[in-house]
């Protein structure tokens, strides 16, 4: 587990931040300016932004515990290589065991029923405001935290957290994702949660994650370079 670190802590100079740091650091590695399993050249990174290396190091450890670095030998750090078919699988069987009873239990508790905040999330979302995958990448946790944390439940909202699901996943974000599409989805849920419809509510989600799992799994010959895909069968998912 990597060491805590305050996101807001200043450098001696006060310009930059190790949060600063460490969002530039997470945009590079998830646009692959910084590709996939490649090694973390600290002083140049240092240089680059003018600062000493202790943000960058501190930086560096809080990506560590995103699970976008790994700790190499002598003190150093790589970038951890992009999901494969199967890491793509075993987080869309965690997020199907944890998400379509999220959404059901969401839309059955009227005191924490999220559907306003659902609404506004939705309302808010701007394509225009960032790159689509930043856009998206904020929206999309967001929404899908916002059912989760409605549940009350620390050990679920606990176990999707440390999967880190939607950087790993946004990592492999392609210009040509549908996000329209997930959107609309977004808001069948939202409105079968506000309706307080828990059946609604629990098909409306597990729709959106087969959709969405079948999307990444698209575009995967191109990011795996060709491996192929001849053991993932989307039948286990699909399956009610
Ligand atoms: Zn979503």
Redesign the pocket.
Known sequence: MAKKVSVNEQTVNGRTSTGDVYELLRRKILEHSIPPATKINIDQISKELGVSATPVREALRLLQGDNLLVATSNKGYATTPILDAQGVRDLFELRLLIEPWAARTAASNRLQNPAKELEREIKAFDSTSDSIQHAMIGH?SK??RAILLSTENQTVIQAFEQSHCHLHLFRMFREDWDWKK?LNQ?KLIAKAIAKADPAGAEEAMRA?LNS?YLGFIEGMPRLNQGRPLAKVSSSKLIQK
């Open positions: 999309d929404f899908h997930s977004h959106h969405a």
